[in-house]
T-cell receptor
Framework: DSGVTQTPKHLITATGQRVTLRCSPR?????VYWYQQSLDQGLQFLIQYYNGEERAKGNILERFSAQQFPDLHSELNLSSLELGDSALYFC???????????FGPGTRLTVL | AQSVSQHNHHVILSEAASLELGCNYS??????LFWYVQYPGQHLQLLLK??????LVKGIKGFEAEFIKSKFSFNLRKPSVQWSDTAEYFCAVNRAGGYNKLIFGAGTRLAVHP
């Protein structure tokens, strides 16, 4: 157990819908990262927050957004969902500058 | 731009065979290097990491990796694999210096037969 929690574990929804994925980092970790794992794209960095502020953006679609709250948990919002958004979404957290990132169990999103 | 290349997409071994998985990265500056493992249906777990110092690093479950700066490589090794090592292995890199995103390789699926 990495100490990073993600909910829900599985999510099945329809095209055009909007969903919210939640991540709670390890206690004390200020930095949260979101990654997408799909068969065709592999593991791709989406976005990073540090202590409530967006710090880096990767291959994140405009339909996707995220935020980190004062209690440091983070949410990834995916809207206007398409079939191709079906993937495993991982959250990771890091608490020191060496960047060892601890991954949560992931949320498996299926868009039908 | 940073990139990571893993040479083998699928590896099949018998138990007790030796393992070496190749990883090369492309980046001009100082990097941190990682190997993660993903067992079937599970999340990513850190096997080992290199930040600085001794280029031969030892991780969990008998794995080790060697950083060769001149070759931009960070190959993963294990002298004798077990059936329980069946998993997908990811090499990753990030820029040294604080709170930076990880760039992952495409992964290598390892199947170990008893």
């Amino acid at each position: 157990d990495s100490g990073v929690t993600q909910t829900p574990k599985h999510l099945i929804t329809a095209t055009g819908q909007r969903v919210t994925l939640r991540c709670s980092p390890r206690s004390g970790d200020l930095s949260v990262y979101w990654y997408q794992q799909s068969l065709d794209q592999g593991l791709q960095f989406l976005i990073q927050y540090y202590n409530g502020e967006e710090r880096a953006k990767g291959n994140i679609l405009e339909r996707f957004s995220a935020q980190q709250f004062p209690d440091l948990h983070s949410e990834l919002n995916l809207s206007s969902l398409e079939l191709g958004d079906s993937a495993l979404y991982f959250c990771a957290s890091s608490g020191d500058s060496y960047n060892e990132q601890f991954f949560g169990p992931g949320t498996r999103l299926t868009v039908l | 731009a940073q990139s990571v290349s893993q040479h083998n997409h699928h590896v099949i071994l018998s138990e007790a065979a030796s393992l070496e998985l190749g990883c090369n990265y492309s980046y001009g500056g100082t990097v941190n290097l990682f190997w993660y493992v993903q067992y079937p249906g599970q999340h990513l777990q850190l096997l080992l990491k290199y930040f600085s110092g001794d280029p031969l690093v030892k991780g969990i479950k008998g794995f080790e990796a060697e950083f060769i700066k001149s070759k931009f490589s960070f190959n993963l090794r294990k002298p004798s694999v077990q059936w329980s090592d069946t998993a997908e292995y990811f090499c990753a890199v990030n820029r040294a210096g604080g709170y930076n995103k990880l760039i992952f390789g495409a992964g290598t699926r390892l199947a170990v037969h008893p």
